[in-house]
């Protein structure tokens, strides 16, 4: 079993910034593709920044600039940096990571809990 737990959302004032974390555990042979989203009251959920295992990376537009996305491989673990933040950046934060549980396996997408990030205005 395989499990992301992420952690570092909160409330935070326009113009601020938040570091969010997500770590896999369990039983893991491989991580492909790293990546955060986002889902806002009423909308889509949405891709935020990616990182791949030999850390290419790729942002949505709206966040280019402000966000980095990064990954420590030994710790299993991703990490979002979010600077300047805006009210429009409020949502629920998710982690997505690509899985082989052994080495003939599959890749599997696995999910985070989600984080609640609130900017004020």
């Known amino acids: 079993q395989v499990q992301l737990v992420e952690s570092g959302g909160g409330l935070v004032q326009a113009g601020g910034s938040l570091r969010l974390s997500c770590a896999a555990s369990g039983s893991i042979f491989s991580i492909d593709d790293m990546g955060w989203y986002r889902q806002a009251p009423g909308k889509e959920r949405e891709l935020v920044a990616i990182i791949s295992s030999g850390f290419s990376t790729n942002y949505a537009d709206s966040v280019k600039g402000r966000f980095a996305i990064s990954r420590d491989n030994a710790k299993n673990t991703v990490y979002l940096q979010m600077n300047n933040l805006k009210p429009e950046d409020t949502a629920v934060y998710y982690c997505?990571?690509?899985?082989?549980?052994?080495?003939?396996?599959?890749?599997?997408?696995?999910w985070g809990q989600g984080t609640q990030v609130t900017v004020s205005s």
């Open positions: 997505n990571a690509e899985i082989r549980t052994r080495a003939a396996a599959p890749r599997v997408n696995y």
